[in-house]
Nanobody, 114 residues
Framework: QVQLVESGGGLRPAGGSMRLSCAAS???????MGWYRQAPGKQRELVAT???????NYADSVKGRFTIFRASVMNTVYLQMNSLKPEDTAVYYC?????????WGQGTQVTVSS
């Protein structure tokens, strides 16, 4: 059983920056982790993922603005969000895939004011 603990989130003005972090426990291996987001009235969507081998994947809407990277501590990832836009406002969920199962964090609110 993998458990995810998220931190970060809050309110920023447009153009600002924010960093989210997610720590996964319960896996002996380096696992694929990522971030998804869900805005009010919209479906949950991929933001970025990173494999244990450091291969990152981004949604087109965040390419060049967001960076996902792994910490030196195994199974801890960060999402650095720069040049924030009001349309980035959403609840951000950490996700992890381990042995064919998918796990979710509790979600953290990110609000970008115009």
């Amino acid at each position: 059983q993998v458990q995810l603990v998220e931190s970060g989130g809050g309110l920023r003005p447009a153009g600002g920056s924010m960093r989210l972090s997610c720590a996964a426990s319960g896996s002996r291996f380096s696992i694929t982790m990522g971030w998804y987001r869900q805005a009010p009235g919209k479906q949950r969507e991929l933001v970025a993922t990173i494999t244990g081998g450091q291969i990152a994947n981004y949604a087109d809407s965040v390419k060049g603005r967001f960076t996902i990277f792994r910490a030196s501590v195994m199974n801890t990832v960060y999402l650095q969000m720069n040049s924030l836009k009001p349309e980035d406002t959403a609840v951000y969920y950490c996700n992890a895939e381990a042995m064919g199962y998918y796990y979710w964090g509790q979600g953290t609110q990110v609000t970008v004011s115009s």
